[in-house]
């Protein structure tokens, strides 16, 4: 379905460089290309979406997802911190994952990322264990758009603490490298909707002439990177051992610029903003994830003042639990206020701008995506806000952030394609997700030794 498409009178939020928000607002679709945005627009279109009680975003985009960590929803208890919660769950669960499992965890986490509203994503640490030619294959099937980073690493270790990672995901750096170029070859720009880049595992377990290699290449072949990075406060131990800040140890190893999109940066420093602002370098902000696991609040204000571009992630199912980048709006906004002890410290403008075009510029693809403008190609997410939820209508963007779930999104259009319509997801079977996740959990809590803990 890629025909002529025409929204019409809908509350349009733009997130183009004013930051428009059109009421009675219409956007037509041809060749999977935005051609007119306004009020009164009049054409006949093969589809037509009535616009009445509707909010049209840009789709949205989501900076980091563990594709992995879908079906780990519920495998995890709720109350182990970072370290812990790695090294006793989340990696001994990854770590014996099947090819058979990281094909339905993928499944699961495109179907409810298309079911809320998101349209484009940057995929973390994909490890040589989960068959990343078969992942990447159903990424593109799905009709997203996404930046998918390979694992890379030469040492077992985390930050300061050497030997822990499991056994199941230690991967050489030679073994990385060569499933990236291959990656990179096959898939690379493919429909301009897929992107190969590194996911390096985590300072800690790549050395500094690895991280140097990973700077090269990503200068020679326009690619990009993904890490998570000074996500608790002991993770500054790390950097404080080397005599550096974390931005600091990135700028000197050239893992800085464009493209590179670092998550979580809940404990970064001023000289650390300063390095990213002027580096073009983004944040990912992962606001469930640093409250489940207690990892702190992202100095996301301090950020914005100091000229860093900061976007927003959902993480994974153990840390979230969901994918839906609604309801992580919503918490971004109360924690920066609550965090500052002023309302008036973020607004849902900023947060507009945060979860659609600063995405999209992180992942370099802001000339054809990350707004509604014309000449931009079509991802639009649909919001039905005549729901108890969401009404009066009188401030409706606003009502939708604060008040909705990405469940009010009723269609998603990528490329001038639609990957739910009405209400369903058409690009991902939904049935074999509920037929098979349950059966293949319970495989894998086995496979991990582990019991279900409620
Ligand atoms: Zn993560």
Same mark, same amino acid.
């Given at each position: ?5 025409? +929204?019409? /009178? ?5 997130? #183009?460089? @004013? ?16 051609? $007119?945005?306004? =009020? ?38 709720? #109350? ?6 790695? =090294?006793? %769950? ?8 099947? &090819? ?11 179907? &409810? ?40 690493? /030469?040492?077992?270790?985390?930050? *300061? ?10 991967? $050489?750096? &030679?073994?990385?490298? =060569? ?10 720009? @493919? *429909? #301009? @909707? ?25 200068? &020679? ?13 002991? *993770? ?23 493209? %590179? ?8 420093? %001023? ?6 602002? =002027? ?41 979230? *639990? ?34 659609? +075009? ?13 707004? +509604? ?5 079509? $991802? ?23 008040s909705g779930t990405g469940m009010d999104c009723t269609d998603l259009i990528v490329d ?39």
């Open positions: 379905m890629s025909g002529t498409i025409l +929204i019409k /009178d809908a509350t349009v939020v733009t997130a #183009n460089s @004013r930051n428009e928000i059109i009421k009675g607002g219409s956007v037509l679709i041809e060749n999977g290309e935005i051609v $007119d945005v306004g =009020k009164r627009i009049q054409a006949n279109a093969e589809f037509v979406i009535d616009g009445k009680d509707r909010v049209v975003f840009p789709g949205l985009v989501n900076t980091h997802v563990h594709l992995a960590q879908g079906i780990l929803r519920g495998l995890v208890p709720d #109350n182990v911190a970072l370290i812990e919660w790695l =090294k006793d %769950y989340v990696w001994p669960l990854q770590g014996s994952m099947t &090819e058979e499992i990281m094909d339905i965890s993928t499944k699961l986490t495109l179907l &409810e990322m298309i079911n809320t509203g998101t349209s484009s994503f940057v995929a973390t640490s994909i490890n040589a264990r989960y068959n990343v030619d078969r992942t990447v294959e159903n990424v593109y099937k799905s009709g997203m758009r996404a930046a998918i980073g390979k694992q890379v690493m /030469d040492t077992p270790g985390y930050a *300061d603490k050497p030997q822990i990672l499991h056994q199941g995901l230690v991967e $050489d750096a &030679e073994t990385s490298f =060569k499933i990236y170029e291959q990656m990179y070859g096959k898939w690379h720009g @493919r *429909d #301009n @909707r897929i992107w190969m880049w590194f996911s390096p595992r985590t300072p800690g377990a790549v050395s500094d002439e690895l991280f140097r290699r990973i700077a090269d290449t990503v200068r &020679e072949h326009g690619s990009g990177v993904t890490m998570h990075l000074a996500e608790v406060r002991d *993770d500054i131990r790390y950097f404080a051992g080397r005599g550096k800040s974390p931005g600091k140890f990135l700028k000197d190893l050239g893992m800085v610029g464009r493209n %590179y999109v670092y998550v979580h940066g809940v404990w970064l420093n %001023y000289d650390d903003m300063e390095i990213f602002a =002027k580096s073009g370098t983004s944040v990912s902000h992962n606001p469930s994830s640093n409250s489940k696991l207690g990892s702190g609040i992202a100095p996301v204000t301090k950020m914005i003042k100091n000229g860093v571009n900061v976007t927003i992630g959902t993480d994974g199912a153990p840390s979230n *639990d969901d994918y839906d980048l609604i309801r992580e709006m919503k918490l971004a906004l109360l924690l920066q206020k609550v965090n500052d002890l002023n309302p008036q410290a973020i607004s849902v403008l900023d947060m507009i701008k945060i979860a659609t +075009i600063n995405g999209a510029w992180s992942m370099g693809i802001e000339n054809f995506t990350g707004s +509604i403008e014309k000449g931009k190609r079509a $991802d639009i997410a649909v919001f039905n806000m005549r729901a108890p939820h969401l009404v009066p209508p009188v401030a409706p963007v606003s009502n939708l952030i604060y001038g394609r639609f990957l739910k319509r009405d209400g369903k997801v058409v690009t991902v079977d939904e049935n074999e997700v509920y037929e098979k996740s349950g059966k293949l959990a319970a495989e894998l809590l086995s496979r991990a030794n582990l019991k279900e803990w409620m």
